[in-house]
């Protein structure tokens, strides 16, 4: 439905303003057919609007007193404060220029000759460009965000494979200690393998 009042409002307008540069006057049935459509379209604007603008006032507020609730609301990945600050204001804009361009549009729906063009125009334009910079910027920090936690994702896990590989190889490089050619005796057996007997022992150390 809006795609075919904005080619309907797009047609009217297109023969509005070659009325205006070839200095002829437009035809009665041509403005009320532009402002029909235009009244529609306001309409169908002002329907998204409501529709979106409670979530988006709810954010904003939470942004304001409660930021870490926002973000736990949100889920991952997490924005840097002033990030999604400017996001959500964006996208609150959006509506509230939206919102004043319904005004001027039905305050003066029944004598549209009086309408302030400039504030019709200027309302409706910067409406969409918010909208548009809102939605532009928000996935632009999302991808952002999450290709960085990637990165430290992989640096974090290729920082511990290093820290295993390195105690594996200490490890591996350990050797029994030696003194000498032969090796400490222990218990009455030398490690070296040969058997050291208490009787011999005795003998050995009998009178001299």
């Known amino acids: 439905l809006v795609v075919?009042?904005?080619?309907?409002?797009?047609v009217v307008l297109i023969f509005v303003l070659h009325s205006w540069f070839t200095k002829k006057e437009v035809d009665e049935p041509i403005l009320e057919l532009d402002e029909i459509a235009s009244q529609v379209m306001c309409a169908l604007f002002m329907v998204q609007a409501l529709v979106v603008q409670p979530s988006r006032l709810i954010s904003l507020w939470?942004?304001?007193s409660d930021f870490p609730s926002l973000l736990r609301r949100r889920g991952p990945p997490s924005l840097e404060r002033w990030k999604l600050g400017l996001t959500l204001l964006l996208l609150n804009l959006n509506c509230w220029f939206r919102f004043v361009n319904v005004y001027f549009m039905w305050w003066f729906i029944h004598n549209p000759s009086l309408r302030p063009l400039e504030w019709e125009i200027a309302t409706l334009i910067t409406s969409v460009l918010c909208g548009a910079i809102g939605i532009g910027l928000e996935k632009y920090f999302v991808r952002l965000a999450?290709?960085?936690a990637e990165v430290a994702r992989v640096a974090v896990d290729e920082s511990q494979d290093d820290r295993l590989s390195g105690m594996r190889s200490v490890g591996d490089s350990r050797t029994p200690l030696t003194t000498g050619?032969?090796?400490?005796e222990l218990g009455g057996v030398s490690q070296n393998g040969s058997e050291v007997?208490?009787?011999e022992e005795s003998a050995a150390a009998g009178p001299a």
Do not use: S
């Open 4 to 10: 075919i009042d904005g080619i309907l409002t797009a």
């Open 62 to 64: 939470q942004w304001l």
């Open 146 to 148: 999450t290709r960085n």
């Open 181 to 184: 050619g032969d090796k400490l």
């Open 197 to 199: 007997r208490p009787a």
